[in-house]
């Protein structure tokens, strides 16, 4: 139980995201189903996107199951319990609509292989998340969907594990680089200035630019993405930074260096850029800051691929342990 008897208490909801399929996140949450099914921890499980099929739909490759032991708390789509023999107790039905029905909570009364299909919003998750908290779960688990990093967000968990290993490249130095680079994204630092300002842009959903003189120019644009050359008939020598409430990627922040002013973002999840693209811009000057920055707990290595080839596990380790001494670090088949 090491790994839950970190979290709990300490954390009141958790997000697992991989870097690629078959990193190992399943296979960590079921590790944490497995020590809490030896404690009196009661678990929520929910889930952005799909999971817990048999076969993987991408690579058409069988993955690991999710069992959720007796009293676990789901949340998922109806549709995906009313056709199972699953022995269950419903306990609330929620507004959140899913193309399987509404996300249904319920407690399991039997052991069960269990389907996730949760709310596809932050607000949606939050709300699902409390629900399960107030029917009594000691730490609610969000299993992320491929290329989701929204389930990352501050506004979504407490904290993340990232899953990493072999099915991201048959390259161990390179699957190392593109992890450290992820891991950057996610921990970029929080912005200190103007930080009212910049809240009440979120609230509002919208881009804005912030002058020298504390100004803020909020635009009618609701997304970075393309908006590089649209943004740049906005800015002026005086322009310090350019607040982004969603997503941004390579085109704007380029846009944006060679404009001179800094980036502020709700959070690291938001930054969407490749490790060789992002260092070109970091030696042109980038910044980019973030309104919130994202509790990475630790990260968990998966040595071993689908297609047949593995890494050294303690070398894998080794490699990132030497670069991340703050965070934990789990082989999910130690």
Known sequence: MALLQALIGNYKTLSLIGMVKNAGKTTLLNELIHEAAGSDVILGITSIGFDGECMDSVTKTPKPRIMAPRGTLIATARDLIVRTA??????EVTDYETILGPVVIFRTLRPAYVELVGPRSSEGIREVSRLMLKWGAGLVVIDGALDRKSSASPAVA???????GAA???????VVQKTLHQIELLRLPEVKHHREAFEALRRQGRIGILDESGEMAVLGLKTGINAGEALRNHLKKTSEAVFFPGAITY????????????????DGSKVFITREKYQELVARGLRVEVLEAINLLGLSINPVAPKGYYFDPEALRAAFETKLKDLMIINVYD
Request: no cysteine; aromatic share 2%; charged share 20%.
């Open 168 to 174: 991201l490249s048959r390259d161990m130095s390179l």
């Open 158 to 164: 407490d904290g993340v594990f990232l899953s990493t």
């Open 251 to 266: 085109g704007t922040l380029l846009e944006m260096v060679e404009a001179g002013v800094m980036i502020v973002v709700t």
């Open 86 to 91: 699953i022995k269950l107790e419903v306990l």
